[in-house]
């Protein structure tokens, strides 16, 4: 138990970022975070050796989807506008163009491209983390990445305009 | 190898970016980009887009880990709590159903344990308990509902485990009595609960194998029953086969057995 919960409490910060990432909202990544522990530590025996970073990863990835789930059966409301300030111009507005363009992605997408370029998994970690072929995490990532170029390139001209 | 001058597919630029080819591979490629300008640009769209991502959300790693994360304390938190919630254990369950699909490196080692035979087994026996008892019109049960102290006492010295027998009255649910019976494993307890039309509810349970499993649920053509692992404890409430009604049933068992082994810890 000692080396597990060490294990586990080692990838605290690691899953706070990913956490922060997917939902850009620190109190519910920080929510989420701490029902992946409690989840963990309650089903040690769940766990037959393997990575404990992509279970942990997993965990969580399956708790944000049914957040989310149960999120869409009530009317939404996005807190990206709500406290939207006025634009910004400098990197500033660059890490508010990235959230923003995040939150348009597919979350099944929003994972994929955040295990890998964020958390630093192969593409064979996410298969699991995902239970898909690898394949699908790559035409995932692929969809993501042009996604964002979209929504990139489509903003950031306009918000220049209104400044 | 593929030779440098073969043609670069957008997959391999992806697996370029993200440092998934091999060593060769990703010079090649390299080399490829320096004469293809127009998916060199597309490549440095997707290494800026990966920068701002971690520039946005990298320095969270970096911050002091808040106390409400000590391991210690979300461990007594759990408990506390009165352990996995319904909802949590249905989570759980679909976890564990995950990890069984897609896992290569992990097994989930609580549902082998269980099934099929252990939860087979178990079911079993228990829904032959209710279907024998609960259409007994004179002699249901040993002990009278009445006599709950006396029946959790024994029954707990003949399992070798603290029960609690949960009390049903917020659901309409009312205590007929219990009995002991052979259990797959030795001893097992057997309640049985009386609604006000006369629809009898059937709690069988004996020690387990497993410290905990996820829930399940097992229907046959009248009767139904959910069973589920807690504390080494295995449960398995019978009832007519109305699912809804049957889960309101068992979530309430659930909750009240749980909470009986937060008191003791």
């Known amino acids: ?163 | 190898m593929i030779d440098r001058d073969s043609p670069v597919t957008e997959e391999e630029l992806h697996a370029f970016v993200d440092g998934e080819l091999p060593a060769d591979r990703q010079e090649a490629v390299a080399a490829w980009l320096s004469a293809h300008p127009e998916q060199a640009a597309l490549v440095a769209a997707w290494r800026a887009q990966a920068e701002s991502i971690r520039a946005r959300y990298g320095a969270v790693a970096h911050e002091p880990v808040p106390g409400r994360f000590a391991l210690d304390r979300l461990m007594r938190q759990g408990r506390a709590s009165g352990g996995r919630s319904w909802a949590a254990l249905a989570a759980a369950a679909a976890v564990v159903a995950f990890l069984v699909g897609g896992g290569t490196g992990w097994v989930a080692r609580g549902a082998t344990a269980a099934a099929p035979n252990g939860f087979d087994a178990f079911t079993a026996d228990a829904l032959d308990a209710y279907k024998l008892y609960v259409v007994e019109v004179r002699h249901p049960v040993e002990v009278p509902g009445s006599e709950r102290p006396h029946m959790t006492q024994w029954l707990s010295k003949r399992l070798g485990a603290e029960l609690r027998i949960p009390d049903l009255q917020s659901i309409g649910l009312k205590l007929v009595g219990g009995r002991l019976l052979p259990g797959p494993t030795g001893a097992a307890a057997f309640y049985m609960y009386e609604g006000p039309s006369g629809e009898r509810f059937t709690i069988y349970c004996a020690k387990a194998v497993s410290p905990e499993t996820a829930l399940r649920f097992k229907e046959g053509q009248r009767v139904a029953a959910f069973y589920w692992v807690d504390d080494k404890v295995a449960y398995a409430v019978s009832g007519p086969a109305d699912r809804d009604q049957l889960e309101k049933v068992a979530k309430t068992v659930y909750e009240q057995v749980d909470r009986s082994g937060a008191k003791k810890s």
């Open chain 1, 1 to 163: 138990m000692a080396t597990f919960g060490k294990q586990v409490e080692a990838k605290i910060p690691a899953l706070r970022r990913y956490a922060r990432a997917l939902t850009r909202d620190s109190d519910i990544a920080d929510d989420l975070v701490q029902d992946t522990l409690v989840r963990a530590l309650r089903s040690e025996h769940l766990f037959h050796g393997g990575e404990i970073r992509s279970w942990l990863y997993t965990i969580l990835t399956n708790l944000n989807r049914n957040r989310l789930r149960s999120l869409a059966r009530r009317p939404l409301h996005s807190p990206l506008e709500d406290n939207d300030a006025p634009d910004l111009a400098g990197p500033e507005a660059g890490s508010r163009d990235i959230e923003r363009a995040l939150a348009t992605l597919v979350e099944d997408q929003r994972n994929a491209l955040l295990l890998v370029v964020l958390e630093g998994l192969s593409y064979r970690e996410v298969a699991q983390v995902q239970g898909v072929p690898i394949g699908t995490v790559m035409s995932r990532l692929a969809r993501a990445r042009v996604q964002i170029k979209g929504f990139l390139d489509g903003e950031r001209p306009a918000l220049r305009r209104v400044k």
